[in-house]
């Protein structure tokens, strides 16, 4: 029994780290609002945040690195969403 616990424990994690990350980009493609996309980014990681410090045991610093990633990969693709509407920017 232990083994199809730890499968499905690893299925429901798969599928909200799935979710986690695709969720907010999904949502941030189709509203391309700046303050939107910002409060998606602070609900996003937030909810990551509860999630693996309340689900998964980790160390600190494990949590950490986690967040500050998945944080940085958030800013980023909203940084880069947003050059080709702004002025002078070159995208084609």
């Known amino acids: ?10 299925t429901i994690v798969a599928f ?3 979710a986690v990350v695709i969720g907010p980009i999904a949502f941030m ?3 391309p609002d700046h303050s939107k996309n910002l409060l998606t ?6 909810v990551l945040s509860l999630f693996l410090a309340g689900v998964v045991q980790m160390k600190a610093k494990d ?3 986690i ?5 940085a990969v958030l800013v980023v693709f909203v940084g880069t969403s ?6 002078g920017g070159g995208g084609g």
């Open 1 to 10: 029994m232990s083994g199809t616990v730890h499968f499905i424990g690893g």
């Open 16 to 18: 909200f780290t799935g």
């Open 29 to 31: 493609s189709t509203h």
């Open 41 to 46: 980014i602070l609900v996003s990681v937030s």
């Open 63 to 65: 949590l950490f690195l």
């Open 67 to 71: 967040v500050a990633t998945y944080s």
């Open 82 to 87: 947003g050059s080709k509407f702004g002025a």
